[in-house]
């Protein structure tokens, strides 16, 4: 038998795949990353942003009832475009099934930027409404970023875009550090199917430049996030058409106020600082709220999809609560479309959650309150831990794994990047220690 040219290939670049390519490839394992999206540098503009996230269909998904799933496509995944804030893995959900993430916890915290925001970088609605939460009984407390403070500029909300700074930490630095120790990306290149022999993961079948074409190795990692990873077992003939997925729903509720203290920076208005500086948690509910000032045109176009016309030049001063709930798993990610209707048990979660954040708002002084649709930006739970995948993360077929935020084992609304780095770095030293 010929030696196969990679070790490993790993389809995807977000957190997971990014994470299993940098620690394979510091073990001098050949890898190759394989990234549907563009790997151009991050400019935060809207037009960039947009590229990778509001293409219907690849970044941009629109249910039936017009809620939207968003997710980034592009070097990085959706951790280009995300708002930074780090929470730990649950440690129950995993021991459920064998596994214990601390040590990676550990390693992952010691190495990256994970700290609240400096009070220098919060912002100045993220204030009032930790005000407004706390008169309101709430335990309302910073939360973590990963973010890097001596590059990041108050008064800037492009780590939304997509940080051009290095500022906020992104997926990007550890496909650069895996790319150091040899690992090869192909960027716009879209993985079609696994290839398998006599039921074994061999390779797999892409697209680039308008040509298919095989590679072949040891290992094949598909980190393509909920959405990708589920579709590329069902193209390989390892799974059904659909997959039921959760998708962390959330509401933004907004209100005015007239007497914010304003940081008006370089020119900036109001409104535009790092998204979710603080916030809370109510763990029994699954419910959780955090400031979420959004740039003007994401206000906007929230105000105008929820008919508040009459609120579109209010951005400067306007609040927002971001309410986000774990909802239960269902609806269905198909071969060409996504579906996630709400279950009667999520609309009694968003019922209390709105009523809470309509508290903090009437705590904070805010008038003319309204609710925005709500909309997702974390699927997850498409190829399970123990349903779709085993502990080790490896599919029915021999040397075939899935790490991203589809393995998540059960319903979640926390924020999944840091919960999927050390998933990622689990499973490079499991594989290191197998071969
Ligand atoms: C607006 C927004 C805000 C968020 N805020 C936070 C936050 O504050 N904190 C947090 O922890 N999380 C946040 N998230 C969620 C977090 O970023 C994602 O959960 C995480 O990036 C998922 O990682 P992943 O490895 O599962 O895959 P993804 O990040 O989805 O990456 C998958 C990659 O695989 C590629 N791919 C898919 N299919 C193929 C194929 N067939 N061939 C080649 N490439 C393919 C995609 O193009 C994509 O780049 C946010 C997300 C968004 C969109």
């Avoid at 280009?80 to 064998?98: I, V, Y």
């Avoid at 960027?187 to 430049?209: N, S």
């Avoid at 609710?371 to 085993?390: C, E, K």
């Amino acid at each position: 038998m010929t030696t196969p040219p990679y070790d490993a290939i790993i389809v995807g670049s977000g957190p997971g795949g990014a994470s299993v390519a940098r620690d394979l490839a510091r073990r001098h394992w050949r890898v190759l990353v394989l990234e549907q999206g563009s790997a151009a540098p991050l400019s935060g503009t809207l037009t960039q942003m947009a590229s990778m996230a509001a293409i219907p269909g690849r970044g941009l998904f629109i249910h039936r009832d017009a809620s939207l799933l968003v997710q980034g496509i592009g070097a990085g995944g959706s951790s280009a475009l995300n708002f930074a804030t780090a929470a730990a893995p649950p440690p129950a959900m995993f021991a459920a099934h064998g596994i214990d993430l601390s040590r990676q916890l550990a390693q992952l915290r010691a190495e990256l930027p994970i700290a609240p925001l400096p009070d220098s970088l919060v912002g100045p609605m993220a204030r009032r409404l930790t005000a407004g939460a706390r008169a309101a009984g709430m335990d309302w407390q910073a939360l973590d970023k990963m973010i890097r403070p001596a590059r990041c500029r108050a008064g800037c909300w492009r780590c939304v875009y997509g940080c051009p700074f290095g500022a906020k930490w992104t997926a990007r630095d550890f496909l650069d550090q895996a790319i150091e120790n040899g690992a090869v990306l192909f960027d716009r290149t879209r993985a079609r199917r696994v290839l398998l022999e006599d039921g074994r993961a061999v390779g797999v079948v892409y697209t680039r430049a308008g040509t298919t074409q095989v590679a072949q190795a040891r290992v094949v990692v598909l980190a393509g996030g909920a959405v990708g990873s589920s579709r590329l077992l069902h193209a390989s003939g390892l799974r059904g058409a659909t997959s039921g997925f959760f998708s962390d729903p959330v509401i933004s509720v907004m209100g005015a106020v007239d007497d914010l203290a304003v940081a008006v920076n370089d020119g900036e208005d109001a409104g535009n600082e790092v998204p979710m500086a603080a916030g809370v948690r109510f763990d029994g509910d699954g419910i959780s709220l955090a400031d979420l000032a959004l740039p003007r045109p994401l206000f906007q176009a929230f105000a105008a999809q929820a008919g508040r016309l009459d609120r579109l030049a209010a951005h400067a001063r306007t609040l927002s609560v971001m309410v986000k709930i774990g909802d239960e798993i269902g609806g269905a990610i198909g071969p060409r479309w996504v579906s996630k209707p709400l279950h009667a048990s999520d609309r009694l979660k968003f019922a209390r959650g709105v009523e809470l954040a309509r508290a903090v708002l009437r705590e904070a002084g805010a008038s003319h309150v309204f609710a925005s649709h709500h909309f997702a930006a974390h699927p997850g739970g498409s190829v399970r831990i123990g349903d779709g995948v085993d502990a080790d993360l490896q599919t029915a077929a021999p040397n075939l794994y899935v790490c991203d935020a589809s393995v998540i084992p059960g319903p979640w609304g926390l924020p999944p990047t840091l919960t999927l780095l050390c998933l990622g770095t689990r499973l490079a030293s499991h594989l290191a220690r197998q071969t």
